[in-house]
């Protein structure tokens, strides 16, 4: 039963997590999402009860209603999507048109959060082909290394591993412990 449980927390989790992303975006189905994620948490709750072992449920309902968070969630994405691809027809432009275009061929390969992002670059008349930012002191310092440490070979990770270890070496000397014997000397 804890096996079954914790596979089903895991289950339920991710669909908490998928209906926080959709929450963040939608706003025409916010009472439809509080509903379910107040049922995710009901859910856990029993779930934690069960791997704890100081409750039992009855778990007969969880993959009935997870089916339904599923339904629910691809038909409220769906929503979003088609809400997104109206939007970006509506901020096209003759300066955009290029980028607008090419969002639109991108959509189903995007989060909608990126979507969202893109949006509000053509909106705002930025290029909404990259994100751009810039990084500057400790960050940019930082970020391109770990990147290409990341993705790179073996070799630059141990390069960079290499370059940490002699810019951050520890100067140290053991430390000498004495004691006085019976006679007087010291050892």
Partial sequence: MIVLAEKWRTEIERRERRLKQLAKVDYKHQDEIDRRLNWCKIALDRLGAIRDGSEVHDLADIPARSAELDSISSVIEANIRAAQTERIG???????????????????????????DRIAQLRDGRSAATFETELDGLVGEFTPRFVSALLGAEEQRDAMHQEHENDCQLHWRPLAISRTREDGRQE
């Fill in 90 to 116: 509506q901020y096209r432009n003759d300066g955009n048109a290029e980028e607008a275009t090419a969002l639109l061929a991108a959509l189903d390969g995007l989060t909608i959060e990126a979507i969202e």
